[in-house]
């Protein structure tokens, strides 16, 4: 049995399946969750009613920030509806052209200036280095580096949690089903797509597939 901290935490919730089982990773320690996700003008705009569902449906705090910027800024398929979403792996040494310049780095930030209102210090968010996609700012290195940044920046004793981050997706899958996620994520949504019922064939979808079945386990969104 996990001892639950009287410490608040916030939860960076995008609706998607590696943050909803995080949410209930910091339910079990937490006293005070709090979550919060950011319209950033993403196509995949159904992970937004998926967070606030799924936050309504555990009773925590829900909060939407705006972040147009990244949509402004565009240049990748997550945020403009003129460049299509890879289907093929990016070639060794280059980036996928779903990666969002910042992203995570600006998530995190604006997470830490919210829970600084609270007097809460922990962050928490379900970035993993080892089924990233090559994404650079969901690496170790990365998120140790920016909270040290958030901690001088804020005066505040700020701590990232990433209990995904060494995790495969199988094994993220059988985390979920060990602290009782695994209904939840039938709420989810993790299409690159915005697809719902998923397309089952962008690399998001290709890759929760490969995690529920090397789990040996079926996806909930799909039995939904």
Partial sequence: MIKKSDNGAVVVLSGGQDSTTCLYW?????SDVR????DYGQRHRIELDCAARIAAEVGVAHQQLPLDSLSALGGNSLTDAGIAVGSEPAAEGELPNSFVPGRNLLFLTLAAAYAWQFEINDLVTGVAQTDYSGYPDCRQNTLDALQQTLR???EREFVIHTPLMNLSKKE???LA???GALEALALTHTCYNGARPPCGQCPACVLRAKGFEEAGIADPLLAA
């Fill in 152 to 154: 001088l920046g804020m």
């Fill in 35 to 38: 979550t919060v996700t950011f």
């Fill in 26 to 30: 910091a339910l079990q320690r937490f």
């Fill in 177 to 179: 089903q060990s602290i």
């Fill in 172 to 174: 993220t899958v059988l």
